[in-house]
């Protein structure tokens, strides 16, 4: 009897790949010059953060990147929001490139003019590669057009979860199974809970009078028997109608997603985390089993931590719902994108923000040059705003994925966003100012303690 086994490769989730870095599983964000900042792309079981710049208006960009990379993935979407409107965000996603569109492109960028800053190179240096800023994007993910939106017959495969806080279908673009019976077990369950309760009461009546008259009706002698009958029945249809009120409410209430009414003093928390784990708890996302339709679900929550979701308690619960979370991404097979208004929680409360950066793996920031003196800057004219990476996770690794440089910055064109090296222009000619400043030389005076000019002759 031999001991030989045959090897079975399991299949890989859709989207997903093995990293050859790090041999974590990963799936792409989106945005390719994102994924390389990231080593490749996010790994499974991750939260990415982003910090929303004052405008809101490059964060939502990136979430376009991650949704509409799960509809070509064909992967399961999970979309919350309380600022903006779920449906129409998957209206509006960009659309994909084909292969021939992505290799024109490069094409076109190779044959720009070296030198259209006016700038030549020298004869020594005419030879080597040119040095892109542009860091070369991953095998993984796919490319996308701004400027166009996605069709709405690709979008009718897509597998999308919409939650804004309301009691209707939460299904938009193909309706599941599990969520499409939640709600509609909600208003049936209510209705019938309402008019249990009334028509028992009647019955009970009725039985109650009807005693009462037959009571009336008989002799004398058998009236105190009769008065304790009537009581006696009176007593059991009472008893009946608020055992009937009681099964009534319980079916009201038990219709899924329940909210955990004591653990979050928002119920919107309860709320939301209900009907993600609802969706988390499918099958197809258990890591341990050899599903056959076994597939990746892309978790997206916009804006959280906004005004909308203020009260008393609103540090406690964030940090609560974080937490939990974080729990529910990591035993399964999904990946969480949150962004977060965090120069305004900042405001609520300074020693929250290092708190939410502590409970996700990835934070990073965007700072938009719009509205600010670096707006008008020579220097920066270049980019839109700047990237700062706050936190980098080893996710089931020994070391994390550290990029070339941190100093990195974005650009918001027409067709898409890139993320590149911060680099300053070349200064080509001093101004005024640096010259004067060139001739004032940092010189004690024995008398005032002040510059001197060193072209002007000393005094004795």
Known sequence: MTSFRKRTVQKPIRGTRTSPHTAQVITSSGNPSLDLILGGGLPIGSICLIEEDRFMTHAKVLVKYFLAEGVLSKQEIFLGSLDDLPAEMLRRLPKPLTDEEVEQEQRQEQEQPADKNGL??????????????????????????????????ML??????????????????QEDDICNSTSSLEPTAAASGDEAAPVVQLEAQSTASNNNNNNNNNNN????????????????????????????????TASPPAAQPHFFYNPRYGRLLDYLQLLLNDESFEPGTNVQQKNLCRVCLTSLGSPLWYDEHFAEDLLKFLTILRASVRSCTAVCFITMPMHLIAKYETSLVPKIRQLVDYAIELESFAGS????????????????????????????HMPETTDLAFKLRRKKFVIEKLHLPPELQETSDQAAAADMMALPNCSANMPVNSNVSMDF
């Open 120 to 153: 030549r190179i020298a004869f020594r240096y005419s030879d080597l590669p040119l040095v892109n800023s542009e860091q070369a994007t991953a095998k993984i993910g796919h490319h996308f057009n701004l400027m166009e939106h996605m069709e709405p017959m």
């Open 156 to 173: 009718s495969y897509a597998q999308a979860t919409i939650w804004d806080d309301n009691n209707k279908a939460n299904i938009v673009v």
């Open 221 to 252: 002698d058998n009236a105190t028997t009769d008065s304790s009958t009537a009581n006696n029945a009176t007593s059991t249809a009472a008893t009946t109608a608020a055992s009937a009120n009681e099964s009534a409410s319980a079916t009201a």
């Open 373 to 400: 003196e670096r707006e008008t800057h020579p220097a920066f004219k270049e980019y839109s705003g700047l990237l700062h990476l706050h936190k980098m996770s080893a996710i089931n690794t020994l070391a994390v």
